[in-house]
Each structure stands twice: as C-alpha cells, then as structure tokens.
C-alpha cells in the first residue's frame, strides 16, 4: 500500500487505560504502534488548584494505518478510553505523505 492511502492516528489517552485500549487494538488486528507518555493539558486546563494549573500525564499512541480503517481504529480507542469524565483525551487523524524505511531507503509502506 502506498503512502497516499495512510493516514496517521494519534490517540491521546489516559495512561490507566493503555493496556485495555492495546489489547482492543490488538484483537481488532491492529497491532502496530508507537506509545509515549507524555504530559499536558487538555481544554480543562489541567487541575487547577488555586491559582495553578498542573498538566496532567496522558500516554499518546501513534498508528499509521490505511484510510479504509480509520473509523474502525477510532471506535475501537473510543470504546475501550472512554470513562465518561474530562480527561479522557483526543484522537487526531491526519493524512501521511511520504514513508521512507531507514534501512533500505525504500519509498513507500
């Protein structure tokens, strides 16, 4: 498959439920990924105490999969990060123009 049917999905999640939503992902026969933990803020602005806000830490997953799977991907992270409360993240989806693989140079997924 080439690149220009890829897309790059980007879940920001809270890192209690990684494992649950890998897993998910996993069974749903995508297995690919990158994870970092991370810290930040969302549109609640942290946990504010008083006059501070404190950024939350969040674990970030990274796929690249085809366009045809997005809506699959995306169901299968919101089912499986979902508690219902503020916080529970963001899932971004942009389009990839180019792969290049490191070790052959090779164009292309």
Do not use: C
């Amino acid at each position: 498959m080439d690149a220009l049917g890829m897309k790059m999905i980007w879940a920001v999640i809270r890192p209690e439920l990684v494992d649950k939503v890998v897993k998910a992902l996993g069974a749903g026969g995508f297995s690919a990924m990158t994870r970092f933990d991370v810290y930040g803020r969302g549109k609640q602005k942290g946990v504010v105490v008083g006059r501070e806000n404190y950024d939350m830490p969040k674990t970030v997953l990274m796929l690249v999969v085809g366009a045809g799977s997005v809506a699959e991907v995306v169901r299968i992270i919101e089912d499986n990060a979902r508690t219902g409360n503020i916080g529970d993240g963001r899932v971004f989806v942009a389009p990839i123009e180019e792969a290049h693989t490191i070790r052959t140079g090779e164009l292309g997924l």
